[in-house]
């Protein structure tokens, strides 16, 4: 038996014994739906202008309070191009791996919490229940001022930088920018999570950012079984019991495939 599918029966093992699972996701999760990463590889069948968002776009200059203010235009403008290919996406068979993980584990009278970084919502379209969102969605936006949020339509804004209806205040996308603090709620929802899994995955994420990436040590710490799932190595990849490689939309399937059949 090769060894990485000795390591996928072993994941499926501990899956099958777990009660609590925490899954933490990042971009590379959405790259077989066709939405490009910020950083790193993507699969090697992925077409070519598939290439990482922050090797063609600053990110100070865009994912910033401060590029925002200084550039409200520009910044809305490509917020709204990126919304418009999050729309436009599919779920893929990733995301639906772990709808099903989350589906079998509560069948059973235990639990799975999706803690993704993502903002395209492709978690909850392929039929996750319990999604923490890290960094906001894309999908809504909220009002500057009083912060109000609205679900734009499904077609390109009519203006950008658009003014809301509430305030006449600027209209800026639902996310976590760099700087900017996380959702307390996302936070301590995340790291009860991460605290009391027994396995505890880390998906398609290049595990730099803070503090998402603190959480496979949290949980690591806490004891659980630590699974990476990546293209490539990341910081992450010494740090666990399990370091995965390939796709999340391959290896996820066999996973769970392993663990219920
Ligand atoms: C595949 C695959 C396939 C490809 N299958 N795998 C401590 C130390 C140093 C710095 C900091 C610190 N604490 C805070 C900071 C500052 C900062 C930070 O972490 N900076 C780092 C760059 C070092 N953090 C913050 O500012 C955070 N706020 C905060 O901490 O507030 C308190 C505070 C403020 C200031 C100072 C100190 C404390 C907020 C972070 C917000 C991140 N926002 C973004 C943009 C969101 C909006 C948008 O969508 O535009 O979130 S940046 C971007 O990175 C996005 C992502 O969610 C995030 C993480 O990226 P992710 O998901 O890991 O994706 P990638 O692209 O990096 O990696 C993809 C991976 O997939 C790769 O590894 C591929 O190999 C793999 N892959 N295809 C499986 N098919």
Not at 111 to 129: K, P
Not at 238 to 252: C, H, N, Q
Request: include cysteine; proline fraction near 6%.
């Amino acid at each position: 038996m090769d060894e990485q599918q000795d390591a996928i029966d072993r994941v499926a093992m501990a899956l099958r014994a777990a009660r609590r699972v925490a899954v933490l996701t990042g971009a590379g999760v959405s790259a077989e739906s066709g939405l490009r990463t910020f950083r790193g590889a993507t699969a090697a069948d992925l077409p070519a202008d598939m290439r990482a968002l922050w090797a063609e776009f600053d990110p100070m200059k865009l994912a910033t309070p401060e590029a925002f203010a200084d550039d409200p235009a520009m910044v809305s403008k490509w917020y709204d191009w990126r919304r418009l290919g999050c729309l436009a996406a599919e779920p893929n068979a990733g995301h639906l791996a772990l709808a099903e993980m989350q589906r079998r584990l509560e069948a059973g009278g235990g639990e799975c919490v999706v803690i993704t970084q993502n903002v395209d919502r492709l978690h909850q379209r392929a039929g996750c229940r319990r999604v923490v969102e890290l960094h906001g969605t894309i999908i809504d936006w909220r009002c500057l001022a009083c912060g109000i949020r609205s679900t734009p339509a499904p077609e390109p804004m009519p203006a950008h930088p658009m003014r809301t209806a509430c305030c006449g205040a600027l209209l800026r996308p639902d996310v976590v920018w760099f700087g900017e603090m996380l959702p307390e709620q996302a936070i301590r929802a995340a790291w009860d999570a991460a605290q009391t899994a027994e396995v505890f995955f880390a998906v398609g994420t290049s595990a730099i950012v803070q503090p998402a990436a603190s959480l496979v040590g949290v949980a690591s710490s806490a004891g659980a079984t630590t699974v990476e799932v990546n293209v490539e190595e990341t910081p992450a990849s010494g740090a666990v019991d399990w370091a995965l490689r390939g796709s999340s939309g391959t290896i996820l399937p066999r996973i769970v495939e392993r663990a219920w059949g």
